[in-house]
């Protein structure tokens, strides 16, 4: 608090004012990341409509790297963070789950946006870390498929790593619906 306060230029007390307790701001920032991703209108292509809501999610969550763990841990009730849930449990309805089917299929595109979210931006191989380095060590130790994707790591594009991801995921979705 005392961090947020200097930058605010006031006092930390004042923040309490405003918020309850680290605990409520730590809830606004999740709310205020999850509000913040947009996706187009439905098309009519349930796969197409996931993926866009889907990718929305992970924007939204990419742009604040530091607020990943609070959305991983905190749980929001605010109508606008919960709205990109609901545009994805609605296009993945579309595609003919219900039920269990749909809290598997939903929870599958949210563990795959968050997931990759995290392991890009706070993993071992993320763009903060020497993934060289992590490379070299890796190469070291008897594991030769992480060896093989900490050398793609080095090399990845975020956007076509998400584009591959929700192919694969979206894939196996769809195989479901036949």
Known sequence: ???????LVTGPMTIYNYVDGRDGLEQLVTEAVLASATWPDPSG???????????????AVRAHPHAIPLILTRRSFDLPALRPA???????????????ELLV????????????AQAEL????????DVSETTGRIAELPFAGLAEIAKAAAASDPEA??????RIVLAGLHEKTR
């Open 1 to 7: 608090m005392r961090s947020l306060a200097t930058e």
């Open 86 to 100: 609901e545009a994805l449990v609605q296009a993945l309805a579309r595609g003919g789950r219900s039920g269990t």
């Open 161 to 166: 790593e998400f584009a591959e991801g929700m």
């Open 122 to 129: 706070a993993g071992p191989l993320s763009r903060d870390t």
């Open 105 to 116: 299929a939903f929870r599958t595109v949210a563990a795959f946006v968050t997931g990759l």
């Open 45 to 59: 292509d349930w796969r197409a409509d996931v993926h866009a809501v889907a990718e929305g999610m992970w924007r």
